[in-house]
C-alpha cells in the first residue's frame, strides 16, 4: 500500500463515520500548492460554503498559498462563510490527511472564528 491509497482508506473510514451520525461535513483538501475547504450538505449533494487559496480575494492578502499562514486564513474565511449561510456546527473531514500542520492550522483558525466541530 502506498502513501495515496492509505490516505484514501482513512478518508473511507472517517466519512462512513461521518455519514452515520449525518451531520454537515467541512471537507478539506490540499495539495503541493494549495489547500481548500468546503462546508458540504449532510446529504452530499450540495456545497454550502467554500474557500481556497486558488481565489482572487484570499491569494492577494497571501505571500505563499502553501503554507500554515494560508490554511488559517481559509480556515477563518470558510468559518465565515459558513456562518452567513446559517451553519453553526460541522463534522470535521480531513479527507486521510494526518492532522498536523496545514490541516491543523486550517481546522484551529475556524473554531477561532465560531464554527463548531
Known amino acids: 500500500m502506498d502513501k495515496k491509497q492509505a490516505r484514501l482508506k482513512r478518508a473511507i473510514k472517517l466519512r462512513s463515520k461521518i455519514k452515520k451520525i ?4 467541512l471537507s478539506i483538501h490540499k495539495s503541493g500548492q494549495h489547500i481548500y ?3 458540504i450538505s449532510d446529504d452530499g449533494r450540495s456545497t454550502l460554503a467554500s474557500a481556497s487559496t486558488t481565489q482572487a480575494d484570499i491569494k492577494a492578502s497571501l505571500k505563499s498559498t502553501s503554507n500554515m499562514e494560508a490554511a ?3 480556515g477563518k474565511i470558510i468559518a465565515q462563510r459558513a456562518l452567513a449561510a446559517g451553519i453553526t456546527e460541522v ?3 480531513r479527507s486521510g490527511f494526518k492532522y498536523h500542520g496545514r490541516v491543523k492550522a ?9 464554527l463548531k466541530f
Open 22 to 25: 449525518g451531520a454537515t461535513r
Open 37 to 39: 475547504a468546503q462546508v
Open 72 to 74: 488559517a486564513e481559509v
Open 91 to 93: 463534522a470535521f473531514d
Open 106 to 114: 486550517l481546522a484551529d483558525a475556524a473554531r477561532e472564528a465560531g
